[in-house]
């Protein structure tokens, strides 16, 4: 068990609709990234937050956005679902901005696109 | 641009065999991080191992053990006497720190089945 939780753990939808996955990190953790994984894509980067703020983004479509709140826990927000956004969604935290402290994974929502 | 290759895509071995995972990466960076991470079929991701680039020291862990070389721009995970519960998808990833991005850089992964 890594300490970082996610829920939902599935979630299926229909495409056009718009869904909310939350992530909480380990305690003491600042950090949460947010990665993708899909069959074709691989495991990709999406977007960091460190203590409230967006600190880094990656290949996140403007569909998709994010947010952490003052209680360091964490919301990826999918709208205009599409049946290419199936995929696993992962949240990580580390401790600090730097990155160089590994990163935690959670375990995952796997997203469902029909 | 960072990139990870992992060119074993899937890899099976009976049970109690040795097996070694490669990776291959590319910087032009001289401070980096690397890491492996373990996907077993329940699908979380397990963090294994993070070396940084100043620590060529390889790096063993009861059966696991790391091989780091700079030379070759590789870091080789070994699995000896491999067990079934090893059956996973392997990932090395990559952190190049300073570089405006936090992400980490996966490799495709390396399905390793362990068969009894």
């Known amino acids: 068990d890594s300490g970082v939780t996610q829920t939902p753990k599935h979630l299926i939808t229909a495409t056009g609709q718009r869904v909310t996955l939350r992530c909480s990190p380990r305690?003491?953790?600042?950090?949460v990234y947010w990665y993708q994984q899909s069959l074709d894509q691989g495991l990709q980067f999406l977007i960091q937050?460190?203590?409230?703020?967006?600190?880094a983004k990656g290949n996140i479509l403007e569909r998709f956005s994010a947010q952490q709140f003052p209680d360091l826990h964490s919301e990826l927000n999918l709208s205009s679902l599409e049946l290419g956004d199936s995929a696993l969604y992962f949240c990580?935290?580390?401790?600090?901005?730097?990155?160089?402290?590994?990163?935690?994974f959670g375990p995952g929502t796997r997203l469902t696109v029909l | 641009a960072q990139k990870v290759t992992q060119a074993q895509t899937e890899i099976s071995v009976v049970e109690k065999e040795d097996v070694t995972l490669d990776c291959v990466y590319e910087?032009?960076?001289?401070?980096?991080?690397l890491f492996w991470y373990k996907q077993p079929p329940s699908g979380e991701l397990v963090f294994l191992i993070r070396?940084?680039?100043?620590?060529?020291q390889n790096e063993i862990s009861g059966r696991y053990s790391w091989n780091f070389q700079k030379s070759t721009s590789s870091f080789n995970f070994t699995i000896t006497a491999s067990q079934v519960v090893d059956s996973a998808v392997y990932f090395c990833?990559?952190?190049?720190?300073?570089?405006?991005?936090?992400?980490?850089?996966f490799g495709k992964g390396t399905k390793l089945s362990v068969i009894p």
């Open positions: 910087t032009r960076d001289t401070t980096y991080y």
């Open positions: 305690s003491g953790d600042l950090s």
């Open positions: 070396r940084n680039s100043f620590d060529e």
């Open positions: 937050y460190y203590n409230g703020e967006e600190r």
């Open positions: 990833a990559l952190f190049i720190p300073g570089a405006g991005s936090y992400q980490l850089t």
């Open positions: 990580a935290s580390s401790g600090g901005t730097s990155g160089t402290d590994t990163q935690y």
